[in-house]
């Protein structure tokens, strides 16, 4: 069975802190890994990764894959209170466009 | 802008109404269409796979006389959650794939579905 696996699944830490989130994945027909951003409504797409060890970066947020272990890790530095959301990781497979999404991890920002 | 559209955005209902939710992708055609529902401090949960002019794909445990899902055309997807009770009650959202663009699924902005 195709399965995604975030941790920690939730985490407080203060404004200015850096933090990583983990996604672990076990799938047949692995195409894509995607981190998504939800907070009140539906997610909104932050990175799409396919290729191990090359590093996706978008202003203080990164991110890396690692197909060989599985494994994805998304960056947060400096963080804001505006980061304060439910950061999901799915992945993305070969057979009918499906993505499959893990339980998040809901990430507070204290100010 | 937002390129799949979803409408009601928020709907309350007595128990035993039926409650259509519209996907609509705005500027790609979507052969595909995604399902998915959402509990409180939970993760989206793939329902079923909107097929256009074919019959929807359901998950496992998903009841196909429950939700229904019409995709006639190539930018519009239905689900209709028949006869609902409060434990339907749920978020519901759609997403398309564009193969278009180089971002896998646009999601629309969902259905907070509230049954009393």
């Known amino acids: 069975e195709d399965k995604v696996v975030q941790s920690p699944l939730s985490l407080v830490v203060h404004e200015g802190d850096t933090v990583t989130l983990n996604c672990s994945y076990e799938v047949t027909n692995f195409r894509s890994l995607l981190w998504y951003k939800q907070e009140k409504k539906a997610p909104t797409f932050l990175f799409m990764l396919?290729?191990?060890?090359i590093e996706k970066k978008s202003g203080r947020l990164s991110s890396i894959l690692d197909k060989k272990e599985l494994f994805s890790i998304l960056n947060i530095t400096a963080t804001q209170t505006g980061d304060s959301a439910v950061y999901l990781c799915?992945?993305?497979?070969?057979?009918?466009?499906?993505?499959?999404f893990g339980k998040g991890t809901r990430l507070h920002i204290l100010p | 802008g937002a390129v799949v559209s979803q409408h009601p955005s928020r709907v309350i209902c007595k128990s035993g109404t039926s409650v259509k939710i519209e996907c609509r992708s705005l500027d790609f055609q979507a052969t595909t269409m995604f399902w998915y529902r959402q509990f409180p401090k939970k993760s989206l949960m793939l329902m079923a796979t909107?097929?256009?002019?074919?019959?929807?794909?359901?998950e496992q445990g998903v009841e196909k006389d429950k939700f229904l899902i019409n995709h006639a055309s190539l930018t519009l997807s239905t689900l209709t959650v028949t006869s609902a009770h409060p434990e339907d009650s749920s978020f519901y959202i759609c997403?398309?794939?564009?193969?278009?663009?180089?971002?896998?699924?646009?999601f629309g902005d969902g259905t907070r579905l509230s049954i009393l």
């Open positions: 909107s097929n256009e002019g074919s019959k929807a794909t359901y």
């Open positions: 997403s398309a794939p564009d193969r278009g663009r180089n971002q896998p699924q646009h």
């Open positions: 396919t290729s191990s060890g």
């Open positions: 799915a992945v993305g497979l070969n057979r009918d466009d499906k993505i499959i």
